[in-house]
Nanobody, 123 residues
Framework: QVQLVESGGGLVQAGGSLRLSCAAS????????MGWFRQAPGKEREFVAA????????SYADSVKGRFTISRDNANNRVYLQMNSLKPEDTAVYYC????????????????WGQGTQVTVSS
């Protein structure tokens, strides 16, 4: 199994930036695709971004495209989410997720999840 731990969340003003980090252990980094998801109270968990096993291919939700960047460092078993131009509607708990094989934007296709890190954007 793979264990995931997110960090980097916090309180930021609208227009500001945060960088989330996810540390993975238990498997080699190249074995799994990685994704970032977020969930606000009373809402379904939604896709934010994903990166392939190699890091060569990325995908984003339309709501964050152009503002967020996902990347990975397989040598150090970490994945990152750089968030710029943050908006109040970005407020949510952000989760790192891992999936064996190809990448995916579907929540149900990921098998390992971190504990989440809170991101709050004030207006």
């Amino acid at each position: 199994q793979v264990q995931l731990v997110e960090s980097g969340g916090g309180l930021v003003q609208a227009g500001g930036s945060l960088r989330l980090s996810c540390a993975a252990s238990g498997r080699t980094a190249s074995t799994y695709a990685m994704g970032w998801f977020r969930q606000a109270p009373g809402k379904e968990r939604e896709f934010v971004a994903a990166v392939s096993r190699s890091g060569r291919t990325t995908s984003y939700a339309d709501s964050v495209k152009g503002r967020f960047t996902i990347s990975r460092d397989n040598a150090n078993n970490r994945v990152y989410l750089q968030m710029n131009s943050l908006k109040p509607e970005d407020t949510a708990v952000y989760y790192c997720a891992a999936r064996l094989g190809l990448g995916s934007a579907r929540v149900e296709e990921y098998e390992s999840w971190g504990q989440g890190t809170q991101v709050t954007v004030s207006s």
